[in-house]
């Protein structure tokens, strides 16, 4: 069983930065597995953000491509979402997500993870 709990979420004014945060825990995790952000605004299919695969390839989600930054702390078992030049339409429940694959088809799909945070919401307003 594996844990996430995501914090860091926030409001804030476009042009903003945010820093989210995902503490994974549990007896069978492992820094191998695959991580990702997916986030869902309101009337909105889930969309993913960013992967990172326990093996290091990233994917990036082309609307967040060169303002967000994936990245993992293997000794703290923390996933990170470093987000900069927040525009309005990144609105959304932010939610973190682990896969006991060290690879992923594409980098990876909601379908493809088996462990879920609650989510941390992000509101950016104009």
């Known amino acids: 069983q594996v844990q996430l709990v995501e914090s860091g979420g926030g409001s804030v004014q476009a042009g903003g930065s945010l820093r989210l945060s995902c503490a994974a825990s549990?007896?069978?995790?492992?820094?191998?597995?695959?991580m990702g952000w997916f986030r869902q605004a309101p009337g909105k299919e889930r969309e993913r953000v960013a992967t990172?695969?326990?093996?290091?390839?990233?994917i990036y989600a082309e609307s967040v491509k060169g303002r967000f930054t994936i990245s993992k702390d293997n000794a703290k078992n923390t996933l990170y979402l470093q987000m900069n030049s927040l525009k309005p339409e990144d609105t959304a429940m932010y939610s973190c997500?682990?896969?006991?694959?060290?690879?992923?088809?594409?980098?990876?799909?909601?379908?493809?993870?088996?462990?879920w945070g609650q989510g941390t919401q992000v509101t950016v307003s104009s």
């Open positions: 549990g007896y069978s995790y492992s820094s191998r597995f695959s």
């Open positions: 990172i695969e326990g093996f290091g390839r990233i």
């Open positions: 997500a682990a896969s006991r694959r060290g690879t992923l088809v594409g980098g990876g799909w909601a379908g493809d993870f088996g462990s």
